[in-house]
């Protein structure tokens, strides 16, 4: 059974020496700031982090207030584990596995009455939706196709293509080794492939 | 093969790019109160413990006791379709039943419609101490003319429920309707709507749903049952909840829900002794 070092190493092991030096000095400043109880300096942080964290819970749970209420958790549990972070290591994928626990835990606990619900509502005439853009249009299909997958590859897609995070964050923020996550996008992306070829040809034309 | 693979990933990528996510809020503020709370509050927001479970245990009591005493209201009686949550607040969405009118059988005597929402008048600054969350103000409408807290019946259920009241200067004389009423509730449960099918309509706040209910209709409150005469708009931020009731269009309402902002600490007049 893996032990906290054995997660440790195959984060450090994600992130390629390049990245690494690549992690911003004054976020560094920041950390140690907070880390010394300085309130200012952990704001800044959340400035700067509250959109892919916002976005990502949103992604998972499909719900602003939810992912609002996820995303202020995220900042308040990373400042309490703040001793526990590597500033060695990119700070974003760190925060983002927060977020995605978080948000998942969540979207568990809300179980499928509620989306049972809203499928029911979103059957009603009337709807009011405003118009959107063909491509934004695509993207949101595209969104209701990946959320047909399992919750893992739901997560790995969502990392790699909506927020645009690389192949080493990626695996840091699912507390993997990268070759893993190489083969989770695959299988992911297969099986998007799939359920896109089914179920939404309009994202193929 | 390998190139098939690229330029589908490329093509995922662009498209995945544009999604429309909903404005990110600004949690700066709800971080900074949350980080400012005494410690024990800390060990309740990290792991889930036992008040929060009673807390939990305690609301689904009152809505089981709600829905029981809504349904003993004959006009708010009804063929229950559907029930949805709107925050703190469920709206059960239903037909009239024609045999209210028509049965033979005596209905069971209602209990008596509350005039007012009840509740405890304030100032804007002992309401915020009170509340427990940040206040929001409708930009374009100051300060309200009232400010009522209304208390929970049970302190297990945790939380506030804050009542602001804007009056029409244009009409003074009684009885009236305010112009506006906002409530904002910190609670996880707070009533129940009853309202027809084609009187609840689905609505957008800062891209989140919210819920307009047309007309008049009954809202079951833990201290009885409470008739609103105008429109409402319910809506959520974060863990509060929001129900503006107001004689206002939903585009109306909409633009006045999107303009709430907190209320600086700074801004808030010294506390007066109520009246």
Do not use: C
């Amino acid at each position: 059974m893996a032990d906290a070092g054995d997660a440790e190493r195959r984060i450090e092991a994600a992130v390629p020496p390049v990245e690494r030096q690549l992690v911003d000095s004054r976020e560094v400043e920041w950390i140690q700031q907070a880390r010394q109880n300085d309130a200012a300096a952990w704001e800044q942080i959340v400035s700067r982090y509250q959109q892919p964290v916002f976005r990502l819970a949103y992604l998972i749970l499909g719900d602003a207030a939810d992912a609002e209420e996820i995303a202020q958790e995220t900042f308040v549990r990373a400042y309490l584990s703040l001793h526990r972070f590597n500033e060695q290591r990119p700070f974003r994928p760190w925060l983002l596995q927060i977020a995605r626990n978080l948000a998942r835990n969540r979207r568990r606990s809300l179980g499928r009455s509620w989306a049972n619900l809203r499928r029911w509502w979103q059957q009603q005439p009337e709807p009011v939706e405003p118009p959107l853009h063909q491509q934004r249009a695509n993207a949101r299909l595209l969104w209701q196709a990946v959320r047909q997958l399992q919750p893992v590859w739901q997560e790995v897609i969502y990392l790699r293509y909506f927020l645009a995070l690389s192949e080493a964050e990626t695996a840091a923020a699912l507390d993997i080794a990268p070759g893993t996550a190489k083969s989770r996008l695959h299988r992911a992306l297969a099986a998007l492939k799939g359920v896109i070829e089914k179920d939404f040809v309009e994202l193929i034309e | 093969m390998n190139g098939q693979n690229s330029s589908w990933e490329a093509a995922l990528q662009e498209t995945a790019a544009s999604f429309p996510y909903p404005p990110t809020p600004d949690v700066v503020a709800g971080v900074r109160q949350r980080l400012a709370a005494p410690p024990p509050h800390w060990s309740r927001l990290v792991v889930p413990s036992a008040p929060r479970t009673r807390r939990r245990w305690a609301a689904a009591i009152l809505l089981l006791l709600l829905a029981g005493t809504l349904l003993v209201v004959p006009p708010v009686r009804a063929a229950l379709v559907a029930f949805f949550r709107a925050g703190a607040i469920t709206i059960f969405v239903g037909e009239p039943t024609p045999t209210l009118a028509s049965t033979q059988v005596p209905p069971m005597t209602p209990p008596p419609l509350l005039e007012t929402a009840p509740g405890v008048r304030v100032t804007l600054a002992e309401a915020q101490a009170q509340a427990g969350f940040p206040l929001r103000l409708p930009l374009e409408y100051g300060t309200p003319d009232e400010v009522y807290v209304q208390p929970l019946p049970d302190p297990g259920l945790a939380g506030q429920v804050v009542i602001m009241v804007w009056r029409d200067p244009a009409q003074t004389s009684l009885p009236e309707q305010p112009r506006l009423r906002l409530y904002q509730i910190g609670a996880e449960e707070y009533g129940l709507k009853q309202a027809a099918m084609q009187a609840v309509r689905e609505a957008w706040v800062h891209g989140q749903n919210a819920f307009w209910v047309e007309g008049g209709h009954v809202i079951q409150l833990p201290a009885g049952p409470y008739l609103v005469e105008q429109d409402v708009l319910i809506w959520t931020g974060g863990s509060v909840t929001y129900r503006l009731e107001s004689g206002l269009s939903l585009a109306e309402a909409v633009q006045l829900a999107e303009s709430l902002r907190e209320i600086a600490p700074k801004r808030l007049p010294t506390p007066q002794p109520s009246p």
